[in-house]
């Protein structure tokens, strides 16, 4: 080992791991310089963790991403979690408290326990979910 480190990637985003991103690893930032699957990881280089001791400093350490520019491509749970889900008529359904992974889609949680599929999301904006669900969706739980 010359400085690599493996890194296990908890998102679907390769970039995260590109040429010039950058990770955050407790307050120090640090660079990638190189990177390439190795398995279920990734095999990574950063600036200035030339050698085997500096590489052993960060096994086991947290690393954080700098946020994404917003993309039309998708939804992320930091979006969500925390917003109001309202109807297409202003009705208020209560606040999104988790998101669920679900084979056919994932759920949004409300503070009642209601669960509303992702799939019926039709707009998100500052703090707010529009959802179109499915008449009787949450007369379920009544």
């Known amino acids: 080992m010359r400085g690599q480190v493996y890194v296990d990637l908890l998102t679907d985003r390769d970039e995260r791991v590109a040429v010039g ?14 990177a390439r699957p190795a398995g279920s990881r990734w095999l990574v280089q950063f600036e200035g963790c030339l050698d085997r001791n500096a590489a052993e400093l960060l096994v086991n350490t947290a690393l ?14 930091h979006q969500l979690i925390g917003a109001e889900v309202v109807g297409p008529d202003g009705h208020r359904y209560g606040r999104c ?10 759920l949004l949680e409300l503070e009642d326990g209601s669960l509303v599929p992702t799939v019926f999301i039709t707009a998100t904006s500052d703090g707010q979910i529009t959802v179109n669900p499915p008449q009787g969706l949450f007369d379920l739980g009544e």
Do not use: C, I, M, Q
Not at 21 to 34: F, I
Not at 64 to 77: R, S, W
Not at 97 to 106: R, T, W
């Open 97 to 106: 408290v988790a998101v669920v992974a679900n084979p056919a889609h994932d």
């Open 21 to 34: 991103a950058r990770l955050k690893a407790g307050e120090k930032w640090l660079t990638v310089t190189s």
């Open 64 to 77: 954080f991403a700098e946020p994404l520019a917003d993309t039309d491509d998708g939804l992320y749970v």
